[in-house]
């Protein structure tokens, strides 16, 4: 098992020792995730590099919850997620960990605040309506806060999506290909939006990205292969 950072198992934001994942069964059943070992540390920015089919977005899966491992350990903000059940589990992720994904997973019958708002009640923030309209006025739409999902671009949407898991100033965020449905333009302005929210929240960044240029922009970049990842090399990030 190859550590890939160098940090203490016991002091990251994410930390997987010895993870393996299989999907499938019988003559379709395939390994995945491989004897992964990973340390984060908190408030790093990490991107994920690796082509279609190598793990990044399954191991994304395993680091919040959504996918559990056959075996090894995934510790994440000091909890170790073996010892949640399910119900436990979701309240975890709703706190600490706030997920972007390429698909927006907006709901459809709700409007651009409710769908901020609603993980926020969920988890018993008072005052969820004021906090969700502060976080979708500063990823610039103050003046769609009634509008639905069909009423708004797909820029907007991701904007949704964004304001969503940042409002619950969780310890982590992830993003798995924020910017794949979305033109250069808005995507740019995306991704400016989630490395504002990394600094300003100090939140700990997982980006997973096929653009080698966007994941530069991090502290550290991984490549993923067959379902492992492969050592890391230094590299200073670019001006965020």
């Known amino acids: 098992m190859n550590d890939t950072s160098g940090l203490p198992f016991g002091g990251s934001a994410i930390a997987l020792n010895g993870v393996d994942l299989w999907l499938g069964s019988g ?3 395939v390994h995945i995730l491989k004897d992964v070992d990973l340390n984060i540390g908190r408030g790093e920015a990490v991107g994920l590099l690796g082509p279609s089919g190598s793990g990044k977005s399954t191991l994304l899966m395993v680091m919040t919850g959504l ?16 010892e949640l059940d399910e119900d436990a589990l979701a309240r975890f992720r709703g706190r600490t960990i706030g997920i972007v994904f390429q698909a927006f997973h907006l709901i459809p019958t709700m409007t651009a605040l ?8 969920l988890a018993g923030v008072r ?16 003046k769609r806060l009634g509008h639905y999902p069909a009423e708004l ?29 979305l033109d250069e333009a808005t995507g740019s302005e995306i991704i400016e939006l989630l490395f504002r929210g990394h600094r300003q929240h100090g939140t700990t960044l997982v980006l997973v990205t096929h653009d080698t240029a966007l994941a530069a922009r991090c ?9 492992r990842i492969e050592p890391a090399t230094p590299h200073v990030a670019r001006k965020q």
């Open 219 to 227: 502290d550290r970049v991984l490549h993923m292969h067959s379902g």
């Open 27 to 29: 003559a379709a059943r």
């Open 153 to 181: 671009s797909g820029g907007e949407q991701q904007r949704v999506a964004l304001a969503r898991a940042l409002a619950p100033n969780p310890a982590i965020i992830v993003a798995d290909e924020p910017t794949g449905n």
């Open 127 to 142: 005052d969820a309506l004021s906090r969700a309209a502060q976080e979708l006025t500063a990823v610039g739409l103050g």
């Open 67 to 82: 996918e559990r491992p056959d075996a090894g350990a995934v510790v994440v903000a000091g909890q170790s997620l073996r």
């Open 114 to 121: 409710e769908n901020v708002a609603v993980p926020l009640e």
